[in-house]
């Protein structure tokens, strides 16, 4: 591994990430560990919304920060979560979960083990 520094004025967000109605700015961890960690920050696009299909990773480790904004999932087995500013939440492996709706100045950071994962549509009862 490397040393990685990121400075939010070197780099701007895209999309093209795994949900069209986000936009990423990479941090550059993902290069510097020869991808054994990703790490990026997602904003909303305002006036694009989630289209809330229930969904799991196949990944080791999964954590969101929320800087700005609000941002509601639903977790199997745990029901809705609200999140905002300061709130932290560590996906467990394999959970099913989907977005319901989000801020249109939503901020989060999301870091994951590894960088580059499936991502597998579930269904959930009803």
Sequence with gaps: MKLSVSHAADSTFEGGGLRGFFEYRDLGITA??????GAHVIRAVPG????????????EFQMV???KGWVRFWYDGHGEVLLKPGSCVHQPPGIAHREIEHSDDLE?????????????AVSIPT
Excluded: D, N, Q, W
């Excluded at 510097?32 to 960690?37: A, L």
């Excluded at 694009?48 to 990944?59: D, F, I, Q, V």
């Design 32 to 37: 510097s560990t020869g991808g054994k960690v």
């Design 65 to 67: 920060y929320v800087l």
């Design 48 to 59: 694009k919304h989630a289209t809330g299909e229930p969904h799991r990773h196949g990944l």
């Design 108 to 120: 989060l950071i999301e870091i994951t083990l590894p960088a580059e994962f499936e991502t597998e």
